[in-house]
C-alpha cells in the first residue's frame, strides 16, 4: 500500500503541509518496501484554480491508497473519494510522526472536506 502525506519539505522528518492542494510536496511511504518517495508539487502552489484536483490526480496517479493532510477541499475531497483514496487529518506533526500516528490507528478519516475551496 502506498500513503501519501502531503510536507512544506521535501523530507519526511519535516512538518505536514496543511494544505492539500497547495502543498509544496507528497511524501508517498510504500508499506511494503518501507521506502520514501517524494513528489514535488510546485506546479499547485500558485494555481489559480484547480490545485485540489490537480493535487488529487497527483496521488492518484503515484498509486496512493491513504492521504494524509492538515485540510482538504471539497473538490480534491470528491476527486480522491471516486478514485476511493482514504483522507486521514493530521495536526502539526511530522511527516514522519502523522505516519505513524495513521499506523497506529489514531489518526481521524475525514467524512468530508474540512477546508473551502481556493484556500
Known amino acids: 500500500m502506498k500513503i501519501a502525506v502531503s510536507s512544506e519539505n521535501a523530507s519526511a522528518s519535516n512538518l505536514v503541509d496543511p494544505r492539500f492542494g497547495r502543498a509544496k510536496y507528497f511524501m508517498i511511504y510504500d508499506t511494503e518496501t518501507k521506502n520514501w518517495e517524494c513528489i514535488n508539487n510546485s506546479q499547485n502552489l500558485h494555481s489559480a484554480q484547480g490545485a485540489g484536483i490537480q493535487a488529487a490526480a ?62
Open 58 to 119: 497527483t496521488v492518484v496517479n503515484s498509486g496512493c491508497t491513504v492521504l494524509i493532510s492538515g485540510h482538504c477541499g471539497p473538490k480534491a475531497f470528491a476527486a480522491l473519494n471516486k478514485a476511493n483514496v482514504a483522507i486521514y487529518l493530521s495536526g502539526n506533526t511530522t511527516v514522519e510522526e502523522a505516519l505513524q500516528l495513521y499506523l497506529d490507528n489514531k489518526l481521524t478519516r475525514a467524512s468530508e472536506a474540512n477546508a473551502e475551496g481556493h484556500w
